[in-house]
């Protein structure tokens, strides 16, 4: 059922691109709109065409497009929908991008190597994208990379709402790695369950070792938090460590559920009994039981809500 619209409802427009056309309606409904008109094509040599087929002249646009796998693709598909805005007279272009892709690059970890993220920044505000909308960022520095506002969301509470009345009382919250422990805080404070910390090293880009396990687990149901769910190796190497010291049980919640690969069978494997992540990106895997999606529309909805009707985005529950 559609919203009801609200003031100044005509003075915006809301573009999704291709990577989750799901989720792009579902933020429409929650604001009683319809999704402006735009065509995608790809041409058989891989070059992409974007189209708007509603004007834009002087209104506010949002364009969801999160930069999840393939990313290159849909990267460029945001850059060409935002240069196609700037181009037809929009007053100002906000990029919904749930999920940042190449977030994890926002640093050199050795000598002679890019810092992606701080490059895809930089692509992002060329095209002329006044203001980013975002779901917790792989870490806050990347806001640094951007001269442009950024305002990144938590799924901290819509998460924990799903998971609430559900947990085990012997719960304990994990970070799988110190870049995590700020959120997972976050998480035993609302699930009033104590926290353990995992330290860990990554020897590529599909094998981390742990390398320390600071807390007591044993005999616990744990809760692993992160950000993002790529191959699953870190959340599996987490439990091996886990089970070591004497944990009993592994639940996982993540906001971006990318879950490439064999991801899923990974983590059955390992003997996870339940995955929540979010639909910042479109979950390829709906099949296996234990896994469940949160909706993040109505938060994402709300933001778009604040920022058409000059609110505060941060003051957001
Ligand atoms: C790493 O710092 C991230 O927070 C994730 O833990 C990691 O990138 C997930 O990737 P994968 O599932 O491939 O281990």
């Known amino acids: 059922m559609m919203e009801e619209r609200f003031e100044g409802a005509d003075e915006f427009v809301v573009f999704a691109g291709t990577a989750n056309p ?15 008109q735009s065509r995608v094509e790809r041409f058989p040599d891989g070059e ?13 646009v949002y364009l969801i497009q999160p930069t999840a796998p393939p990313v290159n693709d849909r990267l460029m598909e945001l850059l060409a929908f935002a240069d196609g805005c700037r181009r037809s007279a929009a007053a100002r272009v906000t990029a919904v991008v749930p999920y940042f892709g190449y977030a994890r690059a926002d640093r050199r970890n050795r000598r002679r190597e890019p810092i992606t993220a701080s490059m895809v920044a930089g692509l992002i505000q060329s095209v002329g994208i006044d203001h980013v909308l975002t779901v917790d960022l792989h870490s806050p520095q990347i806001e640094g990379f ?8 938590s799924a901290v509470a819509p998460v924990c709402d799903a998971l609430a ?7 304990t919250v994990v970070s799988p790695d110190a870049g995590r422990v700020k959120t997972a805080s976050e998480f035993a404070e609302r699930l009033r369950a104590p926290l353990a910390i995992i ?4 020897e590529s880009g599909t094998r981390t070792e742990v390398t320390h396990l600071v807390g007591d687990v044993r005999g616990r149901a744990c809760l692993i938090v992160d950000d993002m769910i790529s191959t699953g190796g870190t959340l599996v190497s987490s439990i091996h460590a886990l089970r070591e010291a004497g944990a009993r049980e592994f639940q996982i919640a993540a906001t971006h559920g990318l879950l490439v690969g064999d991801a899923c069978a990974r983590l059955r494997d390992a003997g996870v009994t339940r995955v929540v992540v979010t639909d910042t990106v479109d979950v390829p895997e709906r099949q296996w039981s234990a896994l ?3 909706s993040l529309a109505p938060l994402l909805a709300e933001a778009i809500r604040r920022m058409i009707r000059r609110e505060s985005v941060s003051e957001m529950g």
């Open 292 to 294: 469940h999606v949160v």
């Open 22 to 36: 799901a989720l792009a309606d579902a933020v429409a409904r929650e604001l009683g709109i319809t999704l402006a």
């Open 48 to 60: 992409l065409s974007v189209r708007l087929l509603e004007s834009v002249r002087r209104k506010e």
């Open 146 to 153: 951007f001269q442009v506002p950024v305002d990144s969301l």
């Open 199 to 202: 330290m860990k090293r990554r």
């Open 165 to 171: 009345g559900t947990l085990p009382p012997d719960l």
